[in-house]
């Protein structure tokens, strides 16, 4: 936060002055000090426990569930007021400027999830009495809604004026998010259902953290889920290089470079995920070509073209039990197929060819191209855009062509360096994925 650009830093300051001058005009005439007293507790409790997302540095703060309680229990004003709690989290690691626009955005948050929660006719009177539950849901859920968008709205704000993401990553990757916010923000309503249920009062505070904590379990889990998936790619893709010299970070690149054609055709974020494990395993089958193959100095055999045109069948057969890959497996398997339909190793031809391969063939050739190899230095990224373009129609679908060159233009590439190679190892003279020097076959 404190290396912001200065239109962030402005957008920062927007953001607290607003949620100061909210509370600070806001009309308390619900204020009930030990009932915003107990709700900041909890605020503060789930505040300073956070849970890790599977995307670097990102945390969710399960406390919103108080604030949400607040609305119904005391309105949108102390709601705002609640806010301030974030200030003084028990995330000490986290800057003062950071918790300073947290506290901001959870203020207006909750004010504008207050606000909706009146204008739906949302009212306290009666709470807890006969019906209250079916009278009030409604309106909770309007607030719920507004809650979360008012919140991941401020948060992506600041993300993109730091440009620290774009906004079709930012659409991409909330979806999950969203859902899972609405889900455990009803715990809101479950906090003051039971404050309102004769004989429980503030005890509601303290029922209500079991099912938080096994909220944020399952954030944990999910997390925990996502790094052992990362650790058996990893695993694979290490196995492949150690037989096959070309492929050091090749398989790395090649995701990457899928990754950017599907968030540039729109993939919804769940598929981008997926394709970023094709593209990490599209060559696992080389674990199932013999290395004198892989390493062959000269021409190739009949036999040896059939071993390396069997590996994407090999690679499916070692990877199809892995049940998180789903859609993956398709682009592991038909990666070398041609819109003429002369690929391999079924022939397919145009949209016969699953999207995922399609998307992978282009990553795939283009960092073959833009990768020195013993026989040729790399091609340069325009060099190696022209020949994808000549090959667009032909080998590769040119949607999948041009929307690779517009992510180029935007996002750019970085080229691998030279591959460090033992002296006393072989390293063949052809690749199979070099659209510049075809497989010779003897």
Not at 196 to 218: C, Q, S, T, Y
Not at 359 to 370: G, K, Q, R
Not at 372 to 377: K, T
Request: aromatic share 6%.
């Amino acid at each position: 936060m404190l290396v912001l650009p200065l239109v962030a830093w402005m957008y920062v300051c927007g953001v607290v002055a607003l949620a100061a001058a909210v509370i600070a005009t806001a009309s308390y005439d619900r204020l009930d000090v030990p009932t915003l007293v107990v709700t900041a507790v909890l605020f503060l409790v789930c505040d300073s426990v956070p849970a890790r997302l599977s995307v670097r540095r990102a945390r969710v703060s399960l406390s919103f569930a108080a604030s949400l309680a607040t609305v119904v229990l005391l309105g949108p004003a102390c709601a705002a007021l609640l806010g301030i709690c974030a200030v003084v989290t028990g995330q000490r690691s986290v800057p003062f400027v950071k918790r300073l626009f947290n506290g901001a955005q959870f203020a207006l948050s909750g004010y504008a999830a207050g606000m909706v929660f009146c204008l739906l006719a949302g009212d306290r009177a009666g709470l807890g009495q006969a019906g209250w539950l079916e009278r009030v849901i409604g309106p909770f859920l309007g607030a719920l809604v507004a809650f979360v968008l008012v919140n991941l709205a401020l948060m992506g704000g600041v993300l993109l004026l730091s440009r620290q993401a774009t906004v079709r990553e930012l659409l991409s990757g909330s979806g999950p998010l969203v859902f899972g916010c609405l889900g455990y923000g009803m715990v809101g309503l479950l906090v003051a259902g039971l404050w309102a249920h004769e004989g429980i009062g503030p005890l509601a505070a303290v029922l209500v953290l079991l099912p938080l904590f096994v909220a944020r379990w399952a954030f944990e889990q999910t997390r925990a889920q996502r790094q052992a998936h990362a650790a058996t790619l990893a695993a694979l893709c290490q196995a492949v290089e150690t037989k096959d010299y070309y492929t050091r970070g090749h398989s790395e690149r090649v995701s990457r470079g899928s990754v950017m054609i599907a968030q540039e055709i729109g993939m919804r974020s769940d598929r981008v995920e997926a394709i970023r494990y094709a593209g990490m395993l599209h060559d696992v089958g080389k674990l199932g070509v013999p290395t004198k193959v892989l390493q062959k100095t000269g021409p190739m055999s009949e036999d040896d073209l059939a071993a390396i045109q069997l590996h994407p069948m090999r690679g499916l057969d070692i990877v199809r039990d892995i049940g998180f890959l789903d859609e993956a497996l398709a682009g592991i398997m038909h990666h070398h197929e041609k819109m003429n339909g002369r690929g391999y190793p079924m022939g397919l031809a145009g949209d016969e060819i699953p999207e995922f391969a399609r998307i992978i063939a282009v990553a795939d050739a283009f960092d073959a191209m833009t990768s020195n190899r013993s026989y040729r230095a790399a091609c340069t990224v325009e060099e190696a855009v022209v020949e994808l373009r000549r090959c667009a129609g032909d080998q590769f679908d040119p949607v999948m062509v041009e929307s690779f060159v517009r992510a180029l233009d935007r996002l750019g590439w970085e080229l691998p360096g030279p591959v460090s190679v033992p002296g006393d190892a072989e390293v063949a003279q052809q690749d199979h994925d070099d659209l510049t020097a075809p497989l010779e076959v003897q």
